[in-house]
């Protein structure tokens, strides 16, 4: 078990294209238990193997509900609905929330540690977190989420933070 160091904005790794799994083999078992590991002592509540430097489409999560620990492998959105907005966070952009609006349904199909088809579906913090991995695994911050006056200055915020203005 190994817990990770957690990639941060303005590393490009978190931009860079993810590949999917094509063998579900002992390496990919460890990486996600390692990520599971490096997850909960974050803490987070979700995960995605670029936040630690692993160009792979893995992805991790706990919605705080009764069935704790759950892995996405090639994990794709395949449908969304309604709107709603939430306090959002990320470990890759550690310390910030921004109010972010995204859909407030999303179902995702992927594969599971055996290579089984999953589904996961469901709206307030399961919907939220399954669209937040999904975007990392595409090179998406949450910050990419926010509209472009927000950004705008949130980017400031970040660079002044980064060149220790603040
Ligand atoms: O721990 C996390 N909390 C969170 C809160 C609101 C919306 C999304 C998240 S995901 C985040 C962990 C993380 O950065 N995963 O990529
Ligand atoms: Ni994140």
Known sequence: MAIYPIRTFGDPVLRMETKPVTDIDDKVHTLVRDMIETMYDAPGVGLAANQIGVSRRVAVFDAQDELGPRVMINPEVVETAGEWEYDEGC???????WEITR????????????????????????????????????????????????????????????????
């Open 91 to 97: 470990l890759s952009v550690p310390n910030h929330y």
């Open 103 to 166: 859909p407030a349904f999303a179902r995702v199909k992927a594969l599971d540690l055996d290579g089984n088809d999953v589904e996961y579906a469901g709206d307030g913090l399961l919907g939220r977190v399954l669209q937040h991995e999904v975007d990392h695994l595409n090179g998406a911050l949450l910050l990419d989420a926010l509209p472009k006056r927000v950004r705008k200055k949130a980017l400031k915020e970040l660079r002044e933070e980064a060149l220790g203005l603040t």
